[in-house]
């Protein structure tokens, strides 16, 4: 959303962010310059949120509202009604069916209703919503971006002393929620395969989330547990790649995963799944290696091979990192949603007319 934000600013649009109060997006954004309004919201039936959401629109009278998180989502559709009924936009970064978490199905009412486009960050993201009965028509897709230049110039972190780990230590590294789609029981689940090849391994994961515990706990099971780091979640993770000798995107589920295009930037071997998006951004030995979702064997295999073979992980890094550059930069990103933006205003304009 700030890559967005920045993009539409720097050429010449008018841009107000509506972010939770009190969270990190209010404060990075104002602190960029931003308009920003702040605004507590309770939950997808917060009618004292769709009313003071609804003024604003009123004030404002944005030509869209493009609408990027599931509370936003609910509410911001409802609020566009009485707030002029601006062009309404929804981001959908996830792979799974709208109906799932879906309390009798309601939850298709949000993309069938006062939603004007649906923006996918991935070609896997549109197929699922099409499974699920979406009009094809009414959805784009606008893969996710990143500014290499931040990976690539962020301030290299000294990842081995922080942790106290071995100056020779191989890292293996991943970034993500402690969240069961991530899929990092799969990584934990291949440690012993991967310091039974390489002693010298450390598998270190970086993120906080409700599965920190089990996580641990499957560790000491399998005996493992002085080879695996959980740092929790850390700030300066983009100088965080430069320590590692391999990045993992375990996922059983994924939209496309902005940590593997930040891998790709830094010139890190790529080990990822073929779970949604991923092989959209990586490509089976040209950028990295891909395995099935939930195949621990194969996720240790690779990595092993990513390891003990230099020169290929270093021929794969390199092609990726050019990938990156090329395919999944921010301006493309900017673009492609303004084109939406104009496309889905004008509709609205002729509907009216």
Partial sequence: MAYLAEGLRARGHQVVVVAQRGGEAARRLRAAGFEVVERRLRGEADVVAIAR?????????????????????????VAAR?????????????????????????????????????VAVSAAVKHVLE???????????????????????????????RLGLPATARIVLAVGALVGHKGQRHLVAAIPSIVAAHADARVVIAGEGKLRDDLTAQATALGVASRLSLPGYVDDVAG?????????MPSVEEGLGSSVLDAMAAGVPIVGTTAGGIPEAVRDGTDGILVPP????????????????????????????????????????????????????????????
Avoid: Q
């Fill in 53 to 77: 959401l609804a003024r604003l629109f009123r004030r404002v009278r944005p030509d869209v509202v493009h609408l990027h998180t599931s509370h936003a989502h609910a509410l911001g559709r």
């Fill in 82 to 118: 009485f707030g002029g009924r601006p062009a309404v936009v929804v981001s959908r970064r996830v792979d799974f069916s709208i109906y799932r978490r879906s309390f009798f199905g309601l939850n298709g009412l949000k993309y069938r209703s006062g939603v004007d486009r649906i």
């Fill in 240 to 248: 965080w790649f430069a320590a590692a000798d391999v990045f993992v």
């Fill in 294 to 353: 939930g195949d621990s064997p194969a996720l240790a295999t690779a990595i092993n091979t990513l390891l003990s073979d230099r020169y290929r992980a270093h021929a794969l890094a390199a092609e990726a990192s050019k990938r990156v550059e090329a395919e999944f930069a921010v301006d493309r990103m900017v673009d492609e949603t303004i084109a939406v933006y104009r496309e889905v205003a004008g509709e609205r304009v002729r509907r009216r007319g």
């Fill in 131 to 161: 499974r699920d009965g979406l009009d094809p028509g009414g959805i784009s897709v606008v893969r996710d971006a990143i500014d290499p230049n931040r990976v690539r110039k962020a301030p290299p972190v000294d990842v081995r002393a």
